[in-house]
């Protein structure tokens, strides 16, 4: 008699590891931005700070609402979370502000628990809300830490390093949609050389500025989130490609990197397409959607 | 070639043991195939208890007292006698002898070998942990060899083994046997699940994909253990009621020769191994089934599994496209779970999967996905 199908084995990699190894991959770039900005005593404070608000407003949560902690740790994983937030909002804020931004993103993220929504979404989400509240108060760690006046290499070693370090950690242990970063990175490149070429001043320097730059942090550890981007292998390709098409043309004409944070919060509206287009069951439209694609390309450099 | 790299440990065993024949064999047929004994008679081994309704014959698998017929046979049994069917013409043999494609398929030998170009012998054993064909393949090499050359004379005009290159035995022992036979070509593959699959091994060979039956790109594939069971049929008269399975536990590993309608109670207490609280798998690891101490075992199982395993739970998913990435037929089982109980399920076709369980198995968040394939296969069947 049959009790259960198989498989009876499983891939030691979990949702949690993966999470886990997504917290290792922060550290470079932490460990880097904490040396770089010198003030490693607040920028302390403040990490801790905001583990602690979320672990004992989780505290208080479980109490109220009759739930093992464990469960919703899990669902959370507050130390990922706060070492993300730790690198993009500004340090410069006072300690009241901080504890709002953690307190606003457990509220979203409850939300998401309730309505099974994505679970980066709250963290942009508290993260868009506090920079319009605080924004001007301060640029965040990462836009700190490309050093003026510097040379590239100077800067490739110093910041592009520990981002690219993380990131290949990510890749070896299988634990990030790779395509998506590695397809932007090279539309990035292959644009900016391309306007480069023909000169086009703005665009030639959002280049520069993209590659020794916060987006870069954007484009190996956000960018490729799993929950908000397409499934199929041709949706991440086509992904990276879009995202890597915006990025060039948004980023050169605003003055900080705020602007990717939207380019993020918008551009998850493509991954149904994106899905659609890389399905088994979408033969027809694979066909068109990706000489549709190269067209495009082409047409906005020729527009350049 | 696509498939995954699955943990494996290279401890082969090559001996097969005999297990004693049990008091009881129960032996399963369909409602369509007829009968022939009756309550009563007594049967001998390798004797015809009716036939199928491809009209293949079912083979007694002991000697015995029959004492039931519906809705199976039941036979007490006795001292072995065996019955020899030989001297027949090869197509007529493996109708006779009740030959069955022991690969998993379970489909009558005798209606896929036809004339055709090339046979493929298939000798990669993808399971985990699993090596009856790698022990048939060891100690049998020179019969599996008299019976190619038999049927490369009869049938075919070319022969390919494929086989699993990350062991050296099988490796130098296929060499030194087939490296300058005429006609016969040998096939190293690397160590990859499902390569074993049928479809696999003709896109590595012939690099064209088949609907259906592989003989629309003139190829017959046929399991190692089946082509050694042909050997036995056509060269020794012995009908088959019996195979190599691998015995697997925590701590041990052995192959023993299972007759057909055995139980697995019976295997186990043969091998004085406890399975009390314990996980019993028929099959593979990642396509076999947990069952109960009292199923049977037929002759299309090619392992018994009875180890300690942890449950485990389901969490939400993450949309890391695993499952889409590794699917050997390109499904999206994560969607086909989205798209139960809803329109455009068929769009997704989850009738093309292959049970090889993948998608459960690379799961980072533990979803039972083939289970989910499985109820959209039978909503898709449903709906047809």
């Known amino acids: 008699m049959i009790k259960e199908n198989g498989p009876f084995i499983f891939t030691p990699l979990t949702s949690q590891k993966m999470r886990q190894y997504f917290f290792l991959a922060l550290l470079p770039i932490v460990f880097y931005s904490s040396i770089r900005y010198g003030h490693l005593l607040k920028l302390s404070s403040t990490f801790l700070l905001g583990i602690i608000t979320q672990i004992v407003l989780l505290t208080v949560y479980t109490k109220l609402s009759h739930q093992t902690f464990?469960?919703?740790?899990?669902?959370?994983?507050?130390?990922?979370?706060?070492?993300?937030?730790?690198?993009?909002?500004?340090?410069?804020?006072?300690?009241?502000?901080?504890?709002?931004?953690?307190?606003?993103?457990?509220?979203?993220?409850?939300?998401?628990?309730?309505?099974?929504?994505?679970?980066?979404?709250?963290?942009?989400?508290?993260?868009?809300?506090?920079?319009?509240?605080?924004?001007?108060?301060?640029?965040?760690?990462?836009?700190m830490l490309v050093i003026p006046n510097s040379s590239w290499l100077m800067n490739f070693m110093f910041y592009i390093f520990p981002c690219l370090l993380g990131f290949s950690f990510l890749i070896f242990t299988k634990s990030i949609k790779w395509k998506i970063s590695v397809i932007s990175l090279i539309t990035v490149m292959l644009l900016g050389t391309i306007t480069l070429l023909v000169k086009h001043q703005v665009l030639s320097e959002g280049l520069i500025k993209i590659l020794t730059s916060p987006i870069l942090l954007f484009l190996c550890f956000l960018a490729p989130d799993m929950e908000r981007t397409p499934v199929s292998g041709v949706g991440c390709v086509l992904y990276g490609v879009v995202l890597g098409m915006t990025i060039v043309l948004v980023s050169p004409y605003f003055l900080n990197v705020h602007s990717v944070y939207y380019l993020l919060w918008l551009l998850p509206i493509l991954t149904p397409f994106c899905d659609y287009i890389g399905s088994s069951s979408a033969p027809a439209w694979k066909k068109v959607a990706i000489p549709f694609t190269v067209f495009l390309f082409i047409f906005i450099i020729k527009l350049l | 070639m696509i498939g995954i790299r699955l943990e494996k440990k290279n401890q082969y065993q090559k001996e097969i043991d005999l297990l004693p024949c049990p008091k009881e064999i129960t032996i399963d047929y369909q409602k369509e195939d007829i009968i022939t004994v009756r309550k009563k008679d007594l049967v001998k081994t390798g004797m015809t208890l009716g036939t199928t309704k491809e009209g293949q014959a079912i083979?007694?698998?002991?000697?015995?007292?029959?004492?039931?017929?519906?809705?199976?046979?039941?036979?007490?049994?006795?001292?072995?006698?065996?019955?020899?069917?030989?001297?027949?013409?090869?197509?007529?043999?493996?109708?006779?002898?009740?030959?069955?494609?022991?690969?998993?398929?379970?489909?009558?030998?005798?209606?896929?070998?036809?004339?055709?170009?090339?046979?493929?012998?298939?000798?990669?054993?993808?399971?985990?942990?699993?090596?009856?064909?790698?022990?048939?393949?060891?100690?049998?090499?020179?019969?599996?060899?008299?019976?190619?050359?038999?049927?490369?004379?009869?049938?075919?005009?070319?022969?390919?083994?494929?086989f699993s290159g990350h062991d050296r035995t099988l490796v130098e022992l296929f060499t030194t046997n087939f490296a300058n036979v005429d006609k016969v070509r040998l096939l190293s593959l690397p160590n990859l699940y499902p390569l074993g699959w049928e479809k696999s091994l003709v896109r590595c060979i012939k690099h064209v994909d088949y609907d259906k039956d592989p003989l629309e790109v003139g190829c017959v594939v046929s399991n190692i253990s089946t082509i050694y069971a042909i050997y036995e049929a056509y060269f020794l008269g012995k009908p088959l009621y019996e195979r190599v399975i691998t015995v697997i536990t925590d701590n041990k590993k052995q192959n023993v020769w299972v007759r057909n309608g055995m139980k697995v109670k019976d295997i186990l207490q043969s091998l004085q191994i406890p399975y009390e609280n314990k996980k019993i798998i028929l099959g593979g690891l990642m396509m076999g089934k947990a069952v109960t101490a009292s199923t049977v075992v037929t002759l299309k199982d090619n392992a018994i599994f009875c180890i300690e395993q942890e449950k485990q739970i389901e969490q939400p998913c993450i949309r890391c496209g695993k499952c889409t990435n590794t699917c050997p037929v390109k499904l999206q089982p994560i969607l086909i779970k989205e798209h139960l109980d809803k329109k455009g399920l068929e769009r997704l076709h989850p009738e093309k999967c292959i049970d090889c369980s993948i998608c459960s198995y690379i799961c980072p968040s533990r979803i039972p996905l083939k289970k989910y394939i499985l109820k959209a296969k039978k909503q898709v069947d449903y709906h047809d």
Request: aromatic letters at 12%; hydrophobic letters at 45%.
């Open chain 1, 70 to 143: 464990d469960k919703i740790k899990n669902q959370i994983a507050p130390l990922t979370t706060t070492l993300l937030m730790y690198l993009l909002i500004p340090p410069t804020l006072p300690v009241w502000a901080i504890c709002f931004t953690t307190s606003l993103y457990l509220l979203f993220q409850f939300l998401y628990l309730k309505y099974h929504l994505n679970r980066l979404t709250p963290f942009f989400l508290s993260l868009i809300l506090s920079l319009l509240f605080f924004g001007k108060i301060g640029y965040s760690i990462q836009e």
């Open chain 2, 59 to 162: 083979i007694s698998s002991a000697t015995g007292i029959v004492l039931k017929t519906t809705p199976k046979i039941i036979i007490k049994t006795k001292e072995d006698i065996l019955i020899n069917k030989k001297n027949m013409e090869l197509i007529t043999c493996l109708k006779e002898a009740g030959i069955y494609g022991l690969s998993g398929s379970f489909k009558p030998t005798y209606q896929k070998y036809q004339k055709a170009k090339t046979l493929i012998v298939n000798a990669v054993e993808c399971e985990p942990y699993v090596q009856a064909d790698y022990a048939i393949a060891v100690n049998y090499m020179e019969e599996i060899k008299t019976m190619i050359n038999t049927l490369l004379e009869q049938l075919y005009d070319e022969v390919v083994i494929a």
